[in-house]
């Protein structure tokens, strides 16, 4: 019995010991150990990290041309990106999406109250780079995960001023908000759901 209670009082007191150490870390990293495998948030980090590098590889790519971006060259860069994340949705039963307060593609929207948050906080410190959060999407609750996306030089050809913009964007993208940038902005975010496999595992069961 005694040894009992010393056991208990001992593991609280290294919870305690571990949330004054890193009190939000440690938080989140309890919270999420009851609901997300932490291989599957680090594969979600992963795999974000190579879509990010995919369209900066291809954006840097176009970088020495000099003929002004053509349909062609349009389904080089972003859409790519957007194929990769619907193909990353769909493999791992995740919801990838990009958000952009100033997008270009009206799916791209920010579609959440806290998604609009996330985005203001990216916004006031530029060094965050990425955090995640427990969330409800579409009834289904989950982690959600997000990476912010900075303009790089070679983003300007089709992002910088409105003017200048690849005639084909200004065609077809009549409502475009997704220009004006300058290098080092915040052009948006990655945003990866993760739902709770319990919950995922009791819809398959229920279908
Ligand atoms: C060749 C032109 C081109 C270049 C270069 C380019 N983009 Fe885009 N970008 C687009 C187009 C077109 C879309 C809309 C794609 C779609 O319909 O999904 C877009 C969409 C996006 C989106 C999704 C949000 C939205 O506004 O719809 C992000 C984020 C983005 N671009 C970031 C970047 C970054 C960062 C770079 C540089 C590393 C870059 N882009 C370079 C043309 C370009």
Partial sequence: MLTHIYRIVFGMGLAIV????????????AILAAHTNPDTL???V??????????????????????EPTMQTMKEVCKPVGMRAM????ENGWQVKQISGK????????DTLQSKLALARFEQNPELMGFWERETLNDQEGTRYY????????CLSCHGLKN?????????YPQDLAYDFQVGDLRGMYAVFIPDVKDALQQALRE
């Fill in 18 to 29: 571990f949330i004054l150490l890193n009190p939000s870390q440690a938080w989140a990293q």
């Fill in 42 to 44: 680090a594969k979600a």
């Fill in 46 to 67: 992963q795999e974000i990290e190579q879509l990010d590098s995919l369209r900066s590889g291809l954006a840097s790519s176009l970088e020495g041309r000099t003929e």
């Fill in 87 to 90: 193909q990353l949705s769909q």
């Fill in 103 to 110: 997008y270009r593609n009206p799916a791209h929207a920010p």
């Fill in 147 to 154: 990476r912010r996306i900075n303009v790089e030089a070679s």
């Fill in 164 to 172: 200048n913009r690849p005639q084909v964007v200004k065609d077809n």
